[in-house]
């Protein structure tokens, strides 16, 4: 995530009165949650092209502070000296909902890769070219993905008694993260 920089922001928005923040800000989450688009046109006037880019990034930063923070008081604390910092707290307040929703649905579709299937079996492994009596047993797992961007779904693991006790636990941390976060 970029910082927040109080002088940068304020110099982007020098021309913005407290009516334009607000369409902007309003605008802006419309655009993307895919609801409403934002145009340049109706701020050419405000601001150059190039700096319209940056507008955008640092409210992008200034969404995920408000949205991450856990309380609006803390966030008022990091914006201030921010013009127009009440306005802006106000429209993020408003659209809280609309925010956390579109930083969900973008951490959701980071990955292009899921999971369709998955498939063990387990095999005694006697000897090697190393070992002549080995008597391993190792855990074949085969994982079948759906890849936006690929043809290979298939995925083959081989994993020890160490290697699958890590992989359970772990799927046991996430579980239990799962869990409690859809308890609150």
Same mark, same amino acid.
């Given at each position: 995530m970029n910082r927040y920089d109080s002088n940068k922001l304020n110099k982007l928005v020098? %021309? +913005?009165d407290a009516n334009y923040i607000v369409k902007y800000i309003h605008e802006l989450i419309d655009s993307w949650i895919n609801v409403g688009i934002l145009k340049y046109a109706n701020y050419s006037h405000l601001i150059e092209l190039e700096d319209w880019?940056?507008?955008?990034?640092? +409210? !992008?930063? /200034? *969404?995920k502070? +408000?949205?991450y923070l856990p309380n609006e008081q803390e966030f008022k604390d990091k914006i201030q000296g921010m013009k127009h910092g009440d306005i802006v707290t106000e429209a993020f307040k408003t659209r809280k909902n609309d925010l956390e929703s579109f930083l969900m649905t973008k951490s959701v579709n980071f990955s292009l890769t899921y999971l369709k %299937? +998955? !498939?063990? *079996?387990?095999? /005694?492994v006697h000897s090697s070219d190393k070992h002549a009596k080995l008597n391993e047993l190792k855990c074949l797992?085969?994982?079948e993905t759906d890849k936006v961007s690929s043809n290979e779904n298939l995925t083959l693991m081989e994993l020890d008694k160490y290697q699958l !006790? %890590? /992989?359970?636990?772990?799927?046991?941390t996430i579980e239990n993260k799962f869990n409690f976060y859809q308890t609150e």
């Open positions: 020098e %021309n +913005f880019w940056k507008l955008e990034k640092e +409210f !992008d930063c /200034l *969404s502070m +408000f949205t %299937n +998955f !498939d063990w *079996s387990i095999k /005694l797992l085969t994982l !006790d %890590n /992989l359970i636990n772990t799927l046991e």
